[in-house]
C-alpha cells in the first residue's frame, strides 16, 4: 500500500497538520496483507511500514471502519477534508448514492453534506458507464476525483516522483501547503 502509506506519512508530517483520523477497510486490510508480504492487516500495521515514530503516531487517531459513532460521522466534529485513498467501486457506488454503511461512507457523505474538501482516489480501471456515472454524481457533489495516476510530465523514470506528486496533489486538495516540510520533492 505504497499510496496510503506515502499519504499518511506526508500528512503526519506536516506541521499543518493537527490530527489525522484513519480508517482502514477490511478491503484494504486485505490489500495490505498482500502488498506488505506478511500479516499485516491494520492501521496499526500500516503505521509500521510508514516508520512513524511515537510522537507521530500521537497525531493519528485510528477507528474501526464499523465504528460509526465516532466523531467524524459528525458533521458537528469540523474536519479540514476527507481523503478516501484509494477509493474502491463499491465506496465510490455507496458515496454517489448516499449509502452510509460503514464509518468511511459516513465520513465521506458528512464532507459532502457539509462541503468539506472529498478526495477520492478512484482506483478503478477500465471504467464502466456506472463508475463514470457514480465519478459525475461526486463531482457535481464538489468531491475531487483524483484517481493515482501517474503524473508522467513531472519526469524520470523513478516511481517515487510520481507518487510524490499525487501526494502533493492530494494534500494541495485537502488545503495543506508545505510541500518543503514534509520531505516530498516537488519538481
Same mark, same amino acid.
Given at each position: 500500500m505504497a499510496l496510503p502509506r506515502a499519504v499518511l506519512e506526508a500528512m503526519v508530517r506536516s506541521s499543518e497538520v493537527e490530527r489525522i483520523h484513519l480508517v482502514v477497510s477490511r478491503g484494504a486490510s486485505q490489500v495490505l496483507q498482500h502488498e506488505l508480504s506478511r500479516s499485516a492487516t491494520s492501521a496499526a500495521d500500516l503505521m509500521d511500514a510508514a516508520g512513524l515514530?511515537?510522537?507521530? !503516531? $500521537?497525531? @493519528?487517531? @485510528? =477507528? !474501526?471502519?464499523t465504528e460509526l459513532d465516532a466523531a467524524i460521522a459528525s458533521g458537528s466534529y469540523r474536519l479540514t477534508g476527507? *481523503?478516501?485513498?484509494?477509493?474502491s467501486a463499491g465506496t465510490l457506488g455507496a458515496l454517489a448514492t448516499g449509502s452510509a454503511s460503514t464509518l468511511i461512507h459516513r465520513a465521506g457523505a458528512v464532507a459532502?453534506?457539509?462541503?468539506?474538501? /472529498? @478526495? /477520492?482516489g478512484f482506483r478503478e480501471t477500465p471504467l464502466t458507464t456506472i463508475h463514470l456515472e457514480n465519478l459525475r454524481r461526486l *463531482?457535481? /457533489? !464538489? *468531491? @475531487?476525483? /483524483?484517481?493515482?495516476?501517474? *503524473?508522467f510530465y513531472v519526469g524520470g523514470e523513478d516511481f517515487n516522483r510520481f507518487l510524490d506528486h499525487y501526494v502533493l496533489r492530494v494534500l494541495d486538495h485537502l $488545503?495543506? =501547503?508545505?510541500?518543503?516540510?514534509n520531505g516530498l520533492r516537488w519538481s
Open positions: 515514530t511515537e510522537t507521530e !503516531r $500521537g497525531k @493519528v487517531s @485510528v =477507528h !474501526r471502519n476527507t *481523503a478516501v485513498i484509494p477509493c459532502l453534506k457539509e462541503q468539506w474538501p /472529498l @478526495v /477520492l *463531482a457535481y /457533489l !464538489r *468531491a @475531487v476525483i /483524483l484517481p493515482p495516476i501517474p *503524473a $488545503g495543506i =501547503h508545505q510541500p518543503g516540510d
